[in-house]
C-alpha cells in the first residue's frame, strides 16, 4: 500500500505541474502578514503572523521554496529558526551581490530543508501550497520553550504582485525535555510508569489546528 501511495505521487505531482497557473520568477520573496487563530490543547488563541517565503526555483511550473515564520498571540509565540536564518542569509546574500556561490546556496537549501512548501498552480492567478515545518521552536505562557512540528496547506489567489492567501495546518509536539529525560533513564531502571510520567508529560500544549489569513506582496532582487 505504500508503495501504491508513493507510485501515485510521483505520477500525479509531475502532472499537475505542467498545467498553466501563477508563474514565479526564480529568486522571488513573497512576504505576508495576517491573522491567525488556533484550536490547540489547552484554549483557543488569536494573534498575528508574519511569514518570508524564498522560491529559488520551479520545477515543471511548480515552484519549491522554504519558508520563514514567526506567530504571535496572547498565550504563545513560535518561530521557524533554520527557516528564518536560511532567508534572512538569502536576502542578504541578494542584496550584496547578484551572484551567489552554487554551494553557499545547497548550504541554505540543506538548513532550509526543515520548513518548506510546494507551489502548484491550479489556475492562472490560484495555487495550492502543501508545506510542512519540522522545526519551530514555541514557547505557552511561562512554560519552557518547546520543539514542535507542522503539516499544513495554503491557498492562494494573486493579483499582480499582491496575494490573500488562506491557510490550515495541523500542530505537534515532540514531548518535553523532562519527559524524555526520565523515559530514557526508566530503560535502565526499575522505576514505575506512572500516569504522571506516561500522560501528564508529553502533552504538548500545541496539539491541534491552527488556521489564519494573510496578505502578501512579491518582489525579486
Known sequence: MRKFKLLLISVLFPCMCMGEGAYHEDNEFIIRAGFTGSHLRYKDNIGGT????????????????WN???????????????????????????TVSSEMDSWIRTVLFCMAAESMGLYIPIGENF????YWSLLRLSK?????ILITGAFGLAATVYIKKFSITAYGEYSYGYGN????????????TDAEDTYY???????????GWIYGVTLGFSFNL
Open 177 to 188: 525535555s523532562d519527559w524524555w529525560g526520565e523515559t530514557l533513564s526508566n530503560v535502565f
Open 127 to 130: 495555487e495550492l501550497q502543501p
Open 140 to 144: 505557552w505562557q511561562k512554560e519552557k
Open 68 to 94: 520563514a515564520n514567526i506567530t504571535k498571540t496572547k498565550d504563545y509565540y513560535s518561530i521557524s529558526p533554520l527557516g528564518a536564518t536560511a532567508t534572512l542569509l538569502t536576502f542578504l546574500g541578494y
Open 197 to 207: 510520567n506516561r500522560y501528564e508529560k508529553p502533552c504538548t500544549p500545541f496539539k
Open 50 to 65: 508574519v511569514n518570508v517565503s524564498y522560491i529559488p526555483f520551479e520545477i515543471n511550473s511548480c515552484g519549491i521554496g
